[in-house]
Structures are given as C-alpha cells and as structure tokens.
C-alpha cells in the first residue's frame, strides 16, 4: 500500500511540473502572438522573462526595427563615446549601455566627474539591493541637479537597474544637455517601444512612439528662453536691425586687420574671427600657435571656437550659453548670442 502511494505521490508530481511546463510554454507564446500583432510591420523575439508577468505588471521593449534605424544607432554612440571620454581617467571603458550601466556603478563615477562632487555610496556592490542602493543615491543626486530647470525625468530606479534601454538614453541626453556635453546629438531621434502588460491572465501589448531627442535648440534652450528667442519667434523685422548692429560693432574692430564681416552665421562658424575680435577688444596679440588659422576639420574649429570661450572668461564675461558645436554648425541664435555679449561689454571699446 505505501509502494501505490509513493508512486501515486511521485506521478502527481511530474503531471504538475508537467501543467506547470505547459503553462509557461503557454504563456511565452501568448506574448509572442501578443506582441506579433498587425499593427506591428515585424516580429518582436519575446525572451521568457518578458512574458512570465504577475498580474498588471508591465513591460517594455525597443522594437528591433527601431534599433536598426541610423539616427537610433547614431545616438547610442555619440553618448557611448562621450561617456568613456569622460571616464578616460578612470580606465572605464563602456561597451554597452544596458550591461554597463544598470547596476549605477558607471553612472556613480560619471556624475562624480561631471558635477565635480563626490557621492557617499559604497564602491562595489554585488547584491541586488546594495546595486538599487547605490543607484537610488546616484538619481536622487541627478534630480537635485535637473529639477529646478524642468527636466522631466522618465527614468526610474528599477527602469535603470531592468536595464531599460530607453530609460536609461533619456537620463543620459538629460545629463548631457544639463552639462553642455561637447556632443552634438541626432535630432528628432524616435523609438517604437512595444508594451506588454498582463491583465487577467492575459498579455496585451501595444505600441507608442518614444521621442529620445528634439531639436538640440529645442532641448538647450527649453528652460532658459531669452530676449533672443523672442526675436526669432515674433519679431524678426527688429531681428534684422539686431544683426546688422552687430556687423557694424565687429567690423569696427575687424577692419584694424583688414578683415570684414558680411555673414554673421558662417564667418564666425570656424572660430578664428571670434578669437582675432577677442584679441583686438582686450588689446593683446594673440598667438597663432593657440589657434587654427585655416582650419580644416570640425574638431579644429571648435577648438577654435572653445578657444576663443576661454579668452571671453578671462576677460570678465559670463560663459556663453550656446556652446563651441552650436556655433560651428552655423547655429545662428547661438552665434549672435556670443556676439551680443561681447557687444554689451564692449561697445564704448574704441
């Protein structure tokens, strides 16, 4: 009698593991079909960890064909590149977003470098709760930095440590916008994100665009409008009058070299007449070996350019708003800003 039970027990218990195989098989492909809907021009692969949700829990994923995109892949290298210049010195070297940033190690040594402080968080943590700890530290100090200017955060502790790829590329453009990256960043970078979420006993999924950049303008300068802003959007009859006041100080100066200006937006793009104009409204000769003269390439212009920044800070001026790239790439707004500084300071300069 106790052999029939012992074998009874025993095929009870491999027809349940049986049920239970079943139900996650089950489950893995209703999220397959879920998500392999029309509305969906290709197949999204569903990895078990997707489907296997508690009831109303939600999850998200980047649509494969908007990885492939150009401007997508574009973006995820300009921030890979920026965030291992930044770490050079700590002999960080990131490969992967997701892998090398979830656990807020990288992130911990990346905002350290960039706000020049120093978090109290311990150095390495191997647990899951020392990991979401440490990255909880590392976003409060985040947010301290971005709320007061109206940055939306859409990122989470657990979106970072899930290694939620499109979480974590909205921190990093937040990051580098609020720091002034020497980045230039694709515009108008979207992504399709496919939701999958479990509502009685069931997997649902839809599709919604996520918008990961604007217009580099649109995003520098969202929270920090000025009277030049209101120039291009409403009155661009006095924008004119503004530009050519502008000309007319530069040449002033200019003319003592022989020079002229009748572009502002490309003549000062490479930099060399921003730093020959700082030269002559401070009264000092400026060293050619400080600067490219013809210079060929867009890196050297924007030395050039940053160069010039730097004279413009000796000489008393705020940091300029718009940065070196912005002014390179023929951004008007940005270069009649750095123009109007040095007008405002210097105007009465003979």
Known sequence: MRKDESFLGKLGGTLAR????????????EGK?????PMSPTSVDVHPEDTQLEENEERTMIDPTSKDDPKFKELVKVLLDWINDVLVEERIIVKQLEEDLY????????????AGCKLNVAEVTQSEIGQKQKLQTVLEAVHD???????????????????????IL??????????????????????????????????????????????????MDRFERDAFDTLFDHAPDKLNVVKKSLITFVNKHLN??????????????DGVYLVLLMGLLEDYFVPLH????????????VHNVSFAFELMLDGGLKK???????????????????????????????
Do not use: C
Not at 290 to 301: C, E, H, I, V, W
């Open 33 to 37: 079909n879920a998500i392999n809907l």
């Open 290 to 301: 400080n600067f490219y003269l013809t210079p060929d390439s867009f890196d050297q212009k």
């Open 256 to 269: 003592k070299l022989n020079l002229e200006v009748t572009e502002l937006e490309t003549q000062f793009a």
């Open 170 to 219: 909205h921190l990093l453009v937040s990051l580098a916008m609020h720091f002034r990256a020497p980045i230039r960043l694709p515009e108008h970078v979207s992504v399709q994100v496919v939701v999958v979420r479990k509502r009685e006993g069931l997997l649902h999924s839809s599709h919604i665009s996520e918008e990961l950049t604007t217009t580099t303008e649109m995003m």
């Open 103 to 114: 656990d807020g190690q990288v992130l911990q040594k990346l905002l350290e470098k960039l």
């Open 145 to 167: 930095l971005l709320r007061p200017h109206g940055w939306a955060l859409r990122w989470t502790v657990d979106s970072i440590h899930g290694k939620n790829l499109v979480a």
């Open 320 to 350: 300029p708003k718009a940065r070196p790239e912005d002014v390179v790439n023929l951004d008007l707004k940005s270069t009649l800003r750095v123009l109007y500084n040095l007008f405002t300071k210097y105007k009465n300069v003979e």
């Open 18 to 29: 049986k049920k239970k195989a079943r139900e996650v098989s089950d489950l893995q492909e």
